[in-house]
């Protein structure tokens, strides 16, 4: 498999390639060439281990590694998880949940991120490289993850950009505490989307690029994605009768990376009927697949800050599908919304029979965990609320089977969980041996000059 860039001016590459690139030289995302069709073989796959089947599904992907490194590198990724399943699927009520909070920092980013961090260190050491300095932007998650996968390897530094006081209590100790030599958290005054621009276009500057061997964590790193893809199957088979019964999945989405690997799933051949996208009031995806318009709003926090997002990076890998492939397309569309800050890929009405999209309030997702614990005494995360009142909002027909991804365990939104829950409240050992932990972190403006500096004096 090769990987092409979704601007069409970068040199198709390996998959070690691409994951160690991070992003294309031209600005755009690596994405594979074409889509294998596993729609025949998968039914051999209905009882194979998280692991086994992660193997199975990885292999059309990665021709540059070896089969028995690959399954190595995915055992090591996924063994730092608490449940045997990796991910499972509970029923609540009439709605399977999808529990993705099952690895170190108790957020889906695990999935990718564990892998991602021995990936590239098997490409470091396929590679002859001296070091990879990942930079990575977050609105909570991610950091954390990023830090947890990456901070014990050797020949690695990570760097990862936070929007000052927006992740929760408990997601900033994540980012900075237990750092170890080679994380760096840097809190930036400004948004989510504020960070991510600092972090592209740095990535923009190949100059520094090089000179500094900079690698990306974020989900524009295909090798998130590839990751991700599986538990749409895994989920699958937990919870269908029979092959070739269609599901829905219903997904909070914040930068597109998780819905967009369900989408991937689904053009391999997965029977999903439907992708539901849960947005917050941030809602410019929503809004794009409700009416081919996309235009950029002012980010607005919310009770779900890991989904407080305008600009979704992983959109340009859809669209790069949505244009069967033209790049050029892509790039007139890029360039419109750059000048213009809007355009419409069509007149009006949804454009994808595959993606149906809404918006939740805060009222909305706090009065969905109320009914949940209420109801089943299950306690979902301000994000996890998302997707079960999207799902609530838009699906009255209960003959499909509905799997909402629950993207974080409760513990990581405690303030979120007290206010909805009248004062219950929810631990969770791994995040409380944080709290007597010394914080290290820097406060930077939001500015890619000070970024820049930052990176270079730590490197030297
Ligand atoms: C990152 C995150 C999301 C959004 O996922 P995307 O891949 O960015 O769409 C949703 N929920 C939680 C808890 C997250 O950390």
């Keep these: 498999m090769l990987y092409v860039s979704t601007r069409g001016q970068a040199e198709p590459t390996s998959f070690l390639d691409a994951v160690m690139a991070g992003q294309a030289s031209d600005g755009g995302l690596f994405t594979p060439q074409f889509i294998p069709d596993v729609s025949k073989v998968m039914a051999s796959w209905k009882d194979l281990s998280y692991q086994e089947l992660a193997h199975r599904l990885m292999l059309y992907f990665t021709d540059d590694v070896p089969t028995d490194d690959l399954q190595q590198l995915i055992n090591k990724s996924y063994a730092t998880f608490e449940h045997p399943a990796i991910s499972p699927v509970v029923k609540v009520g009439n709605l399977h949940i999808l529990e993705l909070f099952h690895g170190p920092t108790l957020a889906f980013k695990d999935f990718g991120l564990q892998f991602l961090g021995n990936v590239f260190s098997y490409g470091l050491e396929k590679q002859n490289r001296d070091n990879l300095n990942i930079l990575c932007a ?14 014990d ?20 100790l994540q980012m900075t505490t237990l750092l170890g030599k080679s994380a760096h958290s840097l809190s930036v005054r400004g948004t989510f989307d504020d960070c991510q621009a600092i972090v592209k276009s740095i990535f923009s500057d190949s100059q520094f690029n090089q000179e500094h061997s900079l690698g990306s964590a974020n989900s524009v790193n295909w090798g998130r994605v590839l990751a991700q893809i599986v538990y749409y199957f895994f989920a699958y088979f937990q919870v269908i009768r029979e092959i070739g019964q269609k599901v829905i999945f219903s997904v909070p989405a914040g930068n597109f990376g998780n819905s967009l690997a369900g989408y991937i799933a689904a053009r391999m051949g997965l029977p999903i009927e439907l992708i539901l996208l849960g947005n917050n009031v941030n809602d410019t995806l929503s809004k794009f697949f409700n009416t081919g318009s996309y235009q950029k709003g002012k980010v607005l926090h919310t009770l779900s800050p890991a989904i407080d997002i305008q600009v ?22 890029l360039k419109q919304f750059n000048r213009t800050g809007v355009v419409a890929v069509s007149n009006g009405g949804p454009i994808d029979k595959r993606i149906a999209a809404c918006s939740v309030s805060d009222e909305e997702t706090l009065s969905t965990m109320k009914a949940m614990w209420q109801e089943n005494e299950y306690m979902l995360d ?35 969980v007290r206010t909805a829950l009248a004062g219950q409240t929810v631990e969770h050992p791994s995040l409380s041996r944080l709290e007597s932990l010394p914080q290290k972190y820097t406060e930077l403006a939001a500015d890619k000059k000070e970024v820049m500096s930052y990176i270079e004096s730590a490197l030297t």
Aim: proline share 4%; with cysteine; net charge positive.
């Design 382 to 416: 301000p994000h996890t609320a998302v997707s079960v009142a999207a799902t609530q909002k838009m699906r009255s027909d209960k003959a499909c089977p509905v799997i909402c991804l629950s993207t974080a365990h409760a513990a990581k939104f405690q303030e979120t």
């Design 138 to 151: 977050t609105s909570g998650d991610t950091g954390g993850a990023a830090i947890a996968g990456l901070r």
């Design 312 to 333: 979704a990076s992983n959109l340009e890998r859809y669209l790069y599908y949505y244009f069967n492939g033209s790049a050029e397309k892509v790039c007139g569309f």
């Design 153 to 172: 390897k050797e020949r690695i530094n990570i760097f990862v950009l936070f929007p000052k006081g927006r992740p929760s209590r408990l997601q900033i």
